[in-house]
């Protein structure tokens, strides 16, 4: 008789499916989830297959320390993210998502949740340099504590890390 066990494969760590994350990471998770908080983490990142994948992949952060991952956390500007303007005079910054011969799709990341728009490749005038949307984090106001919980998750999301982060690593 095979026997098939529950195991969840994170960024090549096997953690069993039942794992429960230490406290720090628990409250990290709960906190990068809160749907209560417009720009909580889950809105544009997955993580350990919750959360909506948006944005970049996260859990490649994970082995960096706690002060580049908030240095990524607060960046107020960031590569993945370019200002999209139409024909009719419309503009929004958008994540690139696929494009073909035709088209070209975009998350619009003004709106929350970010909204995927499909667009004819006609109806766009110009993609550059996004100089206005600011990453969420950066505005938010979240605590060092709040910061030092999600970067918790993070790491044991991605690797299985059960250290924690010292608050005073983020501050």
């Known amino acids: 008789m095979t026997r098939i066990w529950p195991y969840l494969l994170i960024a090549g760590c096997a ?51 706690p002060r580049a991952i908030l240095m990524a956390i607060r960046a ?40 995927l728009r499909k667009l004819d490749r006609s109806e766009i005038a110009s993609v550059g340099d996004n100089s206005v949307w600011k990453h969420p984090p950066e505005s938010a106001g979240y605590t060092p504590q709040q910061l030092a919980d999600v970067i918790a998750f993070i790491k044991w999301a991605s690797y299985g890390d059960t250290k924690g982060v010292k608050v005073e690593d983020v501050e």
């Open 15 to 65: 953690l069993a499916a039942d794992t429960k994350p230490p406290a720090q990471a628990a409250r990290g998770q709960a906190f990068f989830l809160d749907e209560t908080n417009a720009k909580h983490c889950g809105t544009c990142h997955s993580l350990a297959k919750q959360g909506n994948a948006v944005g970049p992949d996260i859990s490649k952060l994970a082995r960096l320390g």
């Open 76 to 115: 107020t500007r960031t590569e993945y993210v370019q200002n999209v303007k139409l024909k009719n005079g419309t503009e929004f910054p958008g994540m690139p998502v696929a494009q073909d011969a035709n088209t070209t799709q975009y998350y619009d990341v003004s709106v929350t949740p970010p909204a």
